[in-house]
């Protein structure tokens, strides 16, 4: 590999393993579900070898991200939000359990929706009541 190959390599394995990491997947477990061995997935995220195109697709749909974002190096992943977080550990089950594509999105919409609505109201700053109801304090 020529040196801007090798740091490429280097920055995509370990932001895959970062990926990888957040969402608390074993990398004997991550590689079986992108059809790949352990000894490759490992060497890929040490960078010390590209994946094949097919594989880079695989990581990425199994991360419920898009290549687009894993090759943004200066970009944080956006599965840093709680709820993002969460649909990502959805979305992979969802997949391990042979959901179609279009019960996948319409499981992860309705999460999203769910999601962000319960944050609102959690969120929410509560009024002090100040209430008495006749009760003595103990």
């Known amino acids: 590999m020529t040196p801007e190959t090798e740091k490429f390599a280097e920055l995509l394995g370990a932001r895959l393993k970062a990926f990888r990491k957040e969402m608390k997947i074993k990398q004997s477990v991550f590689a ?6 352990d000894d490759t997935l490992s060497l890929i995220e040490q960078g010390r070898k590209l994946p094949r195109l097919e594989t880079l697709c695989a990581i990425a749909e199994r991360l419920g991200t898009t290549v687009r974002e894993l ?22 089950y969802l997949k391990t359990n042979s959901a179609s594509a279009k019960e996948i999105k319409m499981v992860r919409d309705a999460a999203r929706c769910f999601l962000n609505n319960a944050r609102a109201i959690y969120e929410k700053p509560r009024r002090s009541s100040k209430r008495s109801y006749g009760t003595s304090s103990l």
Do not use: H, M, R, V
């Open 71 to 92: 090759l943004d190096f200066d970009e944080k992943p956006k599965s840093d939000s709680a709820t993002n977080k969460q649909l990502n550990s959805l979305n992979l």
């Open 32 to 37: 079986g579900l992108i059809g790949t061995s």
